[in-house]
């Protein structure tokens, strides 16, 4: 398993970002997946989950209706479209296949973590 997180950067609040997630190694197309997050000094929180085929998703309360989750299992990758970015959305966010194939927020119920990518939302 090999998930890569790209499309981190800087950028100033109220501007959007598009986070991919890609596996390289095997197909993902059996799995849920998700986004978390980890600020500096803080826990890594949930953020965003979608199952197996895209027909279920799940949202933080603290992202709803301006974080979206997709996914192209043909190409085997994830995405998180970020829009009206706030300094709090800084943190490395971080892909992750689950174990079963609907949408959970729980961090046990997934197996494979890849490396964040890092967003900072300047105010």
């Known amino acids: 398993v090999q998930l890569q997180a790209s499309g981190g950067g800087l950028v100033q609040a109220g501007h959007s970002l598009r986070l991919s997630c890609k596996e390289s190694r095997r197909t993902i197309s059996n799995n849920a997946m998700g986004w978390f997050r980890q600020a500096p000094g803080k826990e890594r929180e949930f953020v965003a989950a979608?199952?197996?085929?895209?027909?279920?998703?799940a949202y933080a309360d603290s992202v709803k209706e301006r974080f979206t989750i997709s996914r192209d299992n043909a190409k085997n990758t994830v995405y998180l479209q970020m829009m009206s970015l706030k300094p709090e959305d800084t943190a490395i966010y971080l892909c992750a296949s689950a174990i079963g194939s609907w949408v959970t927020s729980e961090n046990s119920r997934y197996r494979y973590w890849g490396q964040g990518t890092l967003v900072t939302v300047s105010s």
């Open positions: 979608i199952s197996w085929n895209g027909g279920g998703t």
